[in-house]
């Protein structure tokens, strides 16, 4: 066996790889995307059947079909690792239009060139399609890189069509492919610059995997608003250019307990799913949200003045105290009592601004729950206000209160 006659066998191993080890990612449910295993599997089968079928019409035909199906497989694996719209039906129809035409080519016309064109080209535009709709969405390194490589697939796939359909005088015989030219650089092509697609593919899959089990860990699974260990993330990252500036709000469900012991712990749930949403809401594009534990939830505005953040915490009691919880389980008012304080000059964390919202949420339920109260602050005058005109609460070295008591 001579070292031209190798090189036929190398891409079905390769891609036979390839695809094993993406079926083995979709079983452990590291990528949710079992097409890419399909793709590469079809590919592999392609490369077989084109280039070792004794009968050369059904080869050209039934490797055709294959490489149009990989083409959409490959496109469905980019559209999904993307979350980017699927568009099955129009794909479904190009497909099936070229499978008609292909048909054709093969068993009417017999024309071994016009049926390369056709599947170069067909496979170029499905890969195409999917690679233009997700470009944009490609922000981390290792999507960047698929996006080119699957970008280089698609030239390279259009640069062979015209090249050997123009620029050439190949065979139109279909027993001549399996030692033609055009086979001899399709194999060539895959070993070299084209192999960098499964491989990145491979990549890409792995670290959104690793992205996806990072955010679970640091998300709270109840809420979707982060959890504790989430929170200390996501502040260690505004804080990685240094000190710390901004408010902190700590609040948590007014009479918990008794909501738990009276309607379920369902109902419970569902007035924490909530509050959380109440949060979201009111930090969406300001800061960072978390579930801190139970039913008390903590948010940081970067920033944001004590009295800007004790504004929005009373935005927060008031929105929270009118919801209608008639449909959800329990069928009276359920409210929430909150803490403020501000990270003050040189400290360069947030434990005791964490510790100071602490004691004024402790405050906030001693005189009664339903109210927003701030930390002892040095300012001459700080004013916070209600749903209507935000009236005065407080002056210097004394708790500031916002709110009535329930």
Known sequence: MGEIDLIFYVPPILFSSVALAFLVLWHMKITPAWQWSAGFAQTAAGFVISTFLPEPYSAAFVSGLIFIGAAYCYGSGLLAHFNAPRLRIPRLLFAATYSIVLAYLVFAEQSLVQQLFLTDVGFALLLGVAVWIVARRASRPIDIALIV?????????????????????SSDDFGDFATSLYNLEVSVSTMTICMFFPFTALGASASAAIERHQAAAETDELTGLLNRRGFKRALE?????GCPR???????????????DTFGHAAGDKVIAGLAEEIRGLVAGRGSAARYGGEEF?????????????AL????RVSFANRDWHH???NRKVTTS??????????????????????ALYAAKSAGRNQVMAEITRAADLRIGDSRNLPALARSLGTTRSGAAA
């Open 149 to 169: 490589t699957s970008s280089i697939v698609v030239l390279d796939c259009l640069i062979r069509a015209i090249f050997f359909t123009f620029f050439t005088t």
């Open 246 to 260: 901004g408010s902190l709000i700590v609040c948590d469900i007014d009479y918990f307990k008794r909501i738990n």
């Open 338 to 359: 909150c803490g403020v304080s501000a990270v003050r000059d040189g400290e360069a964390t947030l434990d005791c601004a964490i510790d100071r919202a602490d004691c």
């Open 313 to 316: 915490a009373e935005l927060l």
């Open 298 to 310: 903590m948010a940081f505005l970067p920033n944001a003045s004590l009295q800007e953040a004790v």
């Open 237 to 241: 990252r505004d804080f990685s250019s």
């Open 328 to 330: 959800e389980g329990p």
